[in-house]
């Protein structure tokens, strides 16, 4: 059987790896002595698989994933023995039974959406975020430096935000909400921007970012972009 399952990283793991994530369910599955089914082969291993890996660092309220079991347990007995059996910082709150058709999460991922908070090195006005959004939105081209396998090169971010809005400034502290695509092929980093809104803002610091969610297409079950 299948479990399409969703859990939470805060703040107290949000410099864990996501290999280290990766290895703290595998632990933790095996602690709550879950029926995983291996993977065949000289190395087996357990079938688990996520939508996406979460940048070290952030925190998320839903990272999903896709577990493989040799028998049958019900969503709520998943939840409840995984739970009891990982660390402070990360907790399932959701789970669901998919049948072997079901298509893979990664397949299925187009969105993610995020809080990004900055802390800047003078202070940010309310319009001062507003206008920077706006100018962020308004424009065809958001050319920022992007890490890429062949170097540093400019990129235009824009076509990978979806949308974004200004939600608080005070003092030294500015608050945005932005959604950019993100699949198998890539899609907007909030690193990204985050370094896009810097310079808008005429000013530098460093940011944090939050993940609401994660956004899919092809099944109701499962978060949606719209």
């Known amino acids: 059987m299948?479990?399409?399952a969703a859990f939470e990283k805060t703040k107290e793991l949000s410099y864990t790896s996501h290999l280290d994530v990766q290895r703290t369910l595998q632990r933790a599955f095996r602690r709550a002595n879950l029926p995983l089914a291996f993977s065949k082969g000289f190395n087996p291993h357990p079938k688990l698989s996520f939508a996406t890996a979460l940048a070290t660092g952030f925190t998320s309220a839903g990272e999903w994933v896709e577990?493989?079991?040799?028998?049958?347990?019900?969503?709520?007995?998943?939840?409840?023995r995984v739970n009891a059996a990982?660390?402070?910082?990360?907790?399932?709150?959701?789970?669901?039974?998919?049948?072997?058709?079901?298509p893979t999460l990664s397949r299925m991922?187009?969105?993610?959406?995020?809080?990004?908070?900055?802390?800047?090195?003078?202070?940010?006005?309310?319009?001062?975020?507003?206008?920077?959004?706006?100018?962020?939105t308004d424009?065809?081209?958001v050319i920022v430096e992007?890490?890429?396998?062949?170097?540093?090169?400019p990129a235009n971010i824009r076509p990978d935000i979806l949308e974004a809005e200004a939600i608080s400034a005070s003092d030294r502290t500015a608050v945005a909400a932005v959604v950019g695509t993100l699949n198998a092929a890539g899609g907007l980093r909030a690193e990204?921007?985050?370094r896009a809104l810097f310079e808008r803002l005429g000013t530098s610091g460093r940011f944090t970012a939050h993940r609401i969610a994660l956004c899919f297409e092809g099944s109701d079950r499962l978060p949606r972009l719209r």
């Open 192 to 194: 990204t921007f985050a």
């Open 139 to 141: 424009s065809k081209e």
């Open 67 to 80: 577990v493989e079991l040799d028998r049958d347990i019900t969503p709520e007995d998943f939840t409840e």
């Open 86 to 102: 990982l660390p402070n910082g990360m907790r399932f709150h959701s789970a669901f039974i998919a049948d072997e058709s079901f």
């Open 146 to 153: 992007k890490k890429t396998k062949s170097g540093i090169r």
């Open 109 to 136: 991922l187009v969105a993610a959406k995020y809080i990004i908070t900055l802390y800047t090195d003078t202070p940010i006005a309310m319009d001062e975020l507003l206008s920077a959004i706006r100018a962020i």
């Open 2 to 4: 299948k479990i399409i």
